[in-house]
């Protein structure tokens, strides 16, 4: 799913701060940040047509609100591997995740063996050394709202891996019923 541009200035924000108290993790590049419902992987080119039959069948009844809030880490606080914003719906987001991942299961795209925690990836860290500098940034920065938007459409995207940053096309588009209605 898209995330608004005025959501995604606000969490560039905060992680343009937090940046310059952590320069030695890989922050990620925010322009083309996005809430994945399902990480596909590398398919075949001739299998993308089915991908995207099969999500068109996802029942998506009406657009739901999504809350960006927060910053947390992956795995834990104390051993750190990726550093994010978070995401916060009612049941429908999960809802939504699950249809999506049952509906590519027939074609062989393997389930996600872990839970589905929606979040906006910050950054990536190789130790979980010299982060003291970026725990006091977090829990001094308080609070943290990003803003909110309606989740009324889902894309189906390829990434490209480019040595600068990762670099995403929209192959499809998928609205909710309650958006065509309207």
């Not at 925010?30 to 991908?51: D, N």
């Not at 996802?58 to 914003?85: D, M, T, Y």
């Not at 509906?103 to 010299?130: C, Y």
């Amino acid at each position: 799913m898209d995330i608004p541009a005025e959501v995604r200035a606000a969490i560039a924000g905060v992680a343009a701060k937090l940046r310059s108290v952590c320069a030695s993790a890989r922050w990620a590049h925010l322009e083309g940040a996005h809430l994945t419902l399902k990480f596909i992987g590398e398919v075949p080119a001739e299998k993308v047509e089915e991908i995207k039959t099969a999500l068109a069948g996802v029942p998506f009844p009406a657009p739901f609100k999504i809350l960006f809030r927060g910053i947390g880490f992956f795995p834990n606080e104390r051993r750190p591997q990726v550093l994010w914003a978070g995401i916060e719906a009612g049941p429908e987001l999960r809802a939504l995740a699950e249809t999506v991942e049952k509906s590519l299961e027939p074609l062989g795209i393997a389930r996600d063996p872990r839970e589905f925690s929606p979040h906006v990836t910050l950054a990536r860290f190789k130790t979980a050394d010299k982060l003291a500098g970026l725990r006091a940034a977090i829990a001094a920065a308080g609070p943290l709202e990003f803003g909110q938007c309606p989740a009324n459409e889902f894309h189906l995207y390829q990434s490209v891996l480019k040595p600068a940053a990762a670099e995403y096309t929209r192959l499809a588009t998928f609205v909710s019923e309650g958006s065509r209605s309207r």
